[in-house]
């Protein structure tokens, strides 16, 4: 009868402790699922602070769950500074705080296969620290902004693949240039370079994105002396404008007539952006003494039109106001491989990483198809061969059946 009693017993404890698990279980699934719902409402009814509350909260009961540490982290960032306009006005405490979620999840992790609000955490580390190093430089703390970058860089940012290809983006820009830049990972390891290397600081860095702030322009002109064709006072109250199809003139110093071009609006068919206002600004001030690139994976609309007047460098692109010849096959070989051996240098946990690799594979399959069409032989082969020995199917999956079957296709043809 005891025995019986005490068996009893025994089941009615596991059961408990089993509904309390499934509980805890659905808790912490209910506290996730809402922490990451905000992340995905209208930018405007975003609340961070009851995101990371939730998530606060869930990592608590999951303490081992990358993706709660990797949210948790973001809402922290987002906290913190929501978007450019915030940037110079980070807390360190709150940087620091942001850092150590997105460094548990690379330690729990090292690949992260959770869902993404945009950056992969080495990524996120490279952002939250160079952003944080921006704010001091914005604030006349120069030594304060290396060390920000410097403890981004110790606590797993600022990975070595990007800031190769950086280096290679700065070394092939000619004295001077002003490089157009966006995206964290192209504009924030450029920083670094410039500001902890000492490397190319002759090149005029200008993240486009940040031209929509008021801030920005501000530094580039007191710190890096960038001229504009309009007074302060104007550029500080730039805003959306109306637009239409314009033609616009940019005098050309060293040639005989000036550079034009359509401007088609970039918004809703209807507007061109502060932003837009401010690259062209900075373009009539140049007058193109300076050569004009930009980096590899800029939006269409982003090119305010100068898509077909670009001289393409694989990494960069030049603003074609002299009329350069685009690359034969022997020198576009070259500098692709050139590009190709920075994948050395890869982290293989990071997707950002490998969505940047695919955009090279991407342009050389581009030249494939090119040379296929125009039957020479010998130019495919040799790009089959780029192709099998840096980006091979094993290590680096294609994101589509359609492209690996092309491939394939080429491969028995040759």
Same mark, same amino acid.
């Given at each position: ?42 930018? @405007? @009814? ?20 990358? !993706? ?9 960032? =987002? ?6 306009? %915030? ?15 997105? @460094? ?10 959770? !869902? ?14 160079? %952003? ?11 030594? %304060? ?9 110790? =606590?797993?940012? *600022? ?7 950086? =280096? ?36 005029? /860095? ?32 730039? #805003? ?24 088609? +609006? ?25 050569? /004009? ?32 010849? #685009?690359?034969? *096959?022997?020198? $576009? ?37 090119? %040379? ?6 010998? !130019? ?11 980006? +091979? ?8 059946? #359609? ?10 043809? $040759?």
């Amino acid at each position: 009868m005891i025995l019986i009693r005490s068996v009893a017993l025994s089941i009615i404890f596991s059961l408990v402790s089993l509904t309390q698990l499934c509980a805890q279980k659905e808790s912490f699934e209910s506290l996730l699922g809402k922490g990451k719902a905000e992340f995905k409402k209208d930018f @405007e @009814e975003q609340d961070y602070a009851m995101a990371a509350s939730y998530l606060k909260k869930a990592v608590t009961l999951e303490p081992e769950n990358a !993706e709660a540490h990797y949210f948790l982290g973001y809402a922290y960032s =987002r906290l913190n500074s929501k978007d450019g306009r %915030s940037m110079i006005d980070m807390d360190l405490q709150l940087n620091k705080r942001c850092s150590d979620e997105f @460094e548990q999840v690379i330690q729990l992790t090292p690949k992260y296969t959770g !869902e993404l609000v945009v950056l992969d955490p080495y990524s996120k580390l490279t952002s939250e620290w160079g %952003s944080m190093a921006m704010c001091y430089l914005k604030h006349d703390k120069l030594d %304060s902004a290396v060390w920000a970058f410097n403890e981004g860089k110790r =606590r797993g940012g *600022f990975g070595e693949f990007f800031l190769a290809v950086n =280096r290679r983006i700065l070394s092939q820009c000619s004295k001077k240039a002003i490089l157009m830049t966006s995206g964290d990972n192209i504009t924030i390891p450029l920083w670094y370079l410039q500001l902890v290397e000492n490397y190319r600081a002759d090149v005029t /860095v200008i993240d486009v994105g940040l031209l929509n702030t008021t801030w920005y322009p501000q530094l580039l002109k007191s710190k890096y002396h960038v001229s504009f064709d309009q007074p302060q006072v104007v550029i500080d109250t730039l #805003e959306y404008v109306h637009w239409k199809d314009s033609m616009v003139f940019v005098r050309n110093k060293y040639a005989y007539k000036d550079f034009s071009w359509t401007v088609k +609006p970039t918004i809703y068919e209807e507007y061109l952006q502060r932003s837009d206002q401010l690259f062209l600004s900075i373009l009539k001030a140049n007058e193109f003494e300076s050569d /004009v690139y930009f980096t590899i994976g800029f939006a269409e609309n982003d090119y305010m039109g100068l898509n077909d007047y670009l001289y393409p460098m694989i990494l960069l692109d030049q603003v074609n106001v002299n009329n350069k010849k #685009e690359y034969d *096959f022997a020198t $576009y070989l070259s500098e692709m491989k050139n590009s190709l051996d920075l994948i050395k240098t890869m982290n293989l946990n990071s997707t950002d990483q490998f969505n940047f690799v695919e955009q090279l594979r991407y342009n050389l399959l581009i030249h494939v198809d090119k %040379s296929h069409k125009a039957s020479r032989k010998k !130019e495919v082969m040799q790009l089959l061969k780029l192709l099998d020995t840096y980006l +091979p199917d094993q290590k680096f999956p294609y994101p589509s059946d #359609e492209t690996k079957k092309y491939v394939n296709y080429l491969r028995k043809q $040759y």
